[in-house]
């Protein structure tokens, strides 16, 4: 058993020349890169990479700048609840620690006492084993993981939709020879910038770009049509596009005999949202309905794209269920060039939610309740499928259980700086202080770090090696380049280690390449399967699309041509209504307040904020003049934003690319996650970061 200490660097892709072929540590495009020198260690372009043909953005060329950082930690710290002090202790004694205290619990609450909480930046191999260790190991069924904040309305409804959540079922590159591409909630010039040249691309090739976002991003300088919809609106949006195809006619009857079901409902669904009704809930001005749908109506090759901006909200799923609708009845998924994705968010947004971090999952995208999956993941596993736990809490409901008579007692943290990036953030931390022990992996002292008893430190992306799934479904292999630092280990060396010391009935590999292995067998026959891919091919073919269930299977980078993953093998449409926003504005909290990303900054900013080549302005208030007039400030001034869950202070940033009803504040700093509603969307438990009803004031 391996732990931690300098492992062999992994070979360079075979005629690669210099350097080591990796994957940008950050975002759900995973950006080709080359890594040059083992110890003082240079990002150069990797050009032949399809994805991102050698472009990165600012957060790709400044990535290791976290590497040899000053606050890198390199020893476990153990924390004295009475003093607050931090003290050193070797990997033997907090492992042993940790683990007798986890016994402790156990042995008072039961296995459900003890808590798991996961990243969707971890690789693949580290997803899987933190999912096998919470079954296995520990016995409980409370794992879950951030990812539940990033693309779960998606997930939710393409897998009702299509009978399987892939985020794009095409590759990226496809977009460009689309149309039509209708981005839904998406400022992917700023989130991932390389993915914007396929806009570019997509004019240039006699197509047009469509923009629906309440601010006028950088996205939007690139699209031809521009919608600023009220925030949480865009269901209704959806549903009049579709009225409008509907009364003019342009619905793929023939299509939808052959490959759909549930039209007929959702047909007579919308024809009560005709334009003027549209207009006042969304504020969309009717005639720019009108020529929305008559573009899509007339063009052959429809692409609807969403991100955040749809999905996190409190009807999220049925928001992009309207949008699949949409894209739908125009006949155009599994049409080549065309059809629904969705731009997923986070480095491993895809593999993280694919093989059993979730609460409901076992690998392979199998449903942990399903007793032939239990019975294969158990089989590939050793152990007996009666021994594994059912279904647990999803992410929020876990955090807000923590520390309850009812809820864990203990919580390890992989890869997530919750008190960030959770909704409310606030109470979340209330109850993360509650716990009895709280163990957190990272690199660096996180905000949520600097609450736990135990801190370990774990590597990072490029002393590492492992597969990360990129937003086209594309297996990719992280390679190691640099020898991981004294004192550190992998996430997979402290499972193993927990897991030995734990008394586990099984071991746990610590090896990437030979936890890969067995994650292959565990999706084989999934929806997910990963059995034919090895790490050999990935370097060998730049990736590999799943499903790809034998070594000498092509992979699938384009699904749905010819069936659906449905039972019937036809698509679903979904009747959905729009019930708008959980807390809708009024006269003590007048302005809708919405949140995202900036340029510079990743997530909740542990990593990007630390990287001096990035610039950290620190949060901001976006506001329109006429609001900011209305206020009293002007650009630049303190102004203090609040809502029934907590307030800030500010700067004010004016400008006329918002709409004049909404303030827009980024994530990345702590504060704003403090104020969002913590209302969860039915399906895919996905809180409503994106709208909730705010005031402001000048401080
Ligand atoms: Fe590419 Fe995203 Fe990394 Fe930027 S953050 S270089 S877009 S993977």
């Known amino acids: 058993m391996s732990h931690g200490t300098a492992l062999p660097l992994s070979p360079v892709s075979p005629g690669a020349g210099e350097g080591t072929r990796t994957h940008c540590p950050y975002c759900s495009l995973q950006c080709g890169m080359t890594l040059v020198g083992r110890r ?45 002090e931090w003290s050193s202790a070797t990997w033997d004694e907090a492992l042993d620690l940790v683990a007798s205290r986890i016994r402790e619990v156990q042995a008072e609450h039961g296995p459900d006492g003890v808590a798991v909480f996961g990243g969707g930046g971890l690789t693949n191999e580290k997803a899987y084993q933190l999912g096998k260790f919470a079954r296995v190991a520990l016995g409980t069924s409370q794992i879950d993981y951030n990812g539940r904040w990033c693309m779960s309305s998606a997930a939710s409804a393409s897998t009702r939709a299509f009978g399987v959540d892939r985020g794009l079922p095409f590759p990226l590159a496809d977009v460009e020879h689309a149309d039509v591409v209708v ?72 299509y939808i005999a052959e490959r759909t079901t549930g039209w007929e409902a959702v047909r007579d669904a919308v024809a009560a949202w005709w334009p003027e009704r549209v207009e006042r809930v969304t504020g969309v001005a009717a005639p720019e309905l009108r020529a929305l749908a ?19 909200h409190a009807q999220g799923s049925d928001t992009v269920l309207a949008w699949i609708d949409v894209a739908l009845a125009l006949g155009m998924p599994g049409k ?78 992989h890869g997530s700086n919750i008190v960030v990036s959770a909704p409310r953030a606030t109470h979340v931390q209330e109850r993360l202080e509650s716990l009895d022990l709280l163990v957190v992996c990272d690199l660096v002292m996180s905000e949520t770090a600097a609450l736990a008893d135990v801190v370990l430190p774990v590597t990072q992306w490029a002393e ?64 997910a399967d990963y059995a034919g891919i090895t790490y050999d091919r990935i370097r060998d073919e730049q990736g590999v699309f799943w499903p790809c269930p034998a070594p000498d299977h ?27 926003p959980a807390e809708v504005v009024d006269g003590d909290y ?49 102004v203090t934003v609040a809502t029934r869950r907590g307030e800030m ?15 827009f504040v980024p994530f990345h700093w702590l504060g704003v996650n403090r104020l969002v509603n913590d209302a969860l969307d039915p399906a895919s438990r996905m809180p409503e970061f994106k709208v909730c009803a705010a005031r402001v004031v000048a401080a």
Request: with cysteine.
């Open 40 to 84: 003082t260690t240079t990002v150069q372009p990797w050009a032949e990479f399809p994805v991102n043909e050698g472009a990165l953005c600012r957060k790709g060329w400044s990535a290791t700048g976290l590497l040899g950082h000053r606050e890198r930690l390199t020893t476990p710290l153990v924390r004295d609840r009475a003093t607050g």
């Open 183 to 254: 981005l839904v909630g998406s400022n992917l010039a700023e989130t991932m910038p390389p993915a914007a040249r396929h806009l570019d691309r997509v004019r240039e090739n006699g197509g047009q770009v469509v923009v629906i976002d309440p601010r006028r991003t950088a996205t939007a300088d690139r699209a031809d049509v521009v919608l600023q919809p009220v925030p949480g609106t865009d269901l209704a949006l959806a549903l009049g596009v579709l009225h409008l195809l509907v009364a003019g006619g342009h619905v793929d009857d023939t």
């Open 294 to 312: 008559d573009l899509l109506a007339s063009r052959e090759r429809v692409m609807v794209l969403t991100a955040r901006g749809a999905e996190q």
């Open 336 to 413: 080549e060039y065309a059809g629904y994705g969705c731009l997923t968010g986070q480095g491993n947004g895809q593999g993280g939610r694919e093989h059993g971090q979730k609460a409901d999952q076992l690998p392979g995208y199998r449903m942990i309740d399903d007793p032939a999956a239990r019975a294969h993941v158990a089989a590939v596993w050793g152990v007996e499928p009666d021994s594994l736990p059912g279904k647990g809490r999803s992410a929020y409901e876990l955090l807000d259980a923590l520390g309850t008579p009812a809820g864990p007692r203990a919580m390890l943290v």
């Open 464 to 527: 590492e090696t492992g597969t990360m799934t990129n937003l086209e479904g594309r297996v990719i292999l992280r390679q190691q380049a640099r020898p991981v630092p004294d004192g550190v280990r992998s996430d997979l060396d402290v499972v193993a280690g927990l897991a030995q010391r734990l008394g586990s009935p099984i071991e746990f590999a610590t090896d990437p390449e030979e936890v890969f292995a067995e994650l292959g067998r565990a999706s084989a026959g999934g929806k």
């Open 554 to 580: 092509p992979g699938t980078p384009r699904l749905f041509a010819d069936t659906f993953a449905t039972p019937d093998g036809r698509a679903r449409f979904h009747a959905v209504e729009h019930r708008g």
């Open 590 to 638: 007048p302005v809708h307040l919405t949140t995202g990303r900036v340029l510079a900054q990743y997530q909740s900013g542990a990593q990007t904020r630390r990287i001096g080549d990035l610039p950290d302005d620190g949060a901001f208030a976006e506001m329109h003049p006429l609001l900011a007039n209305r206020l009293g400030v002007a650009d630049g001034m303190p």
């Open 649 to 663: 202070r500010l700067p004010a940033r004016v400008t006329t690319t918002i709409r004049p009803d909404t303030v």
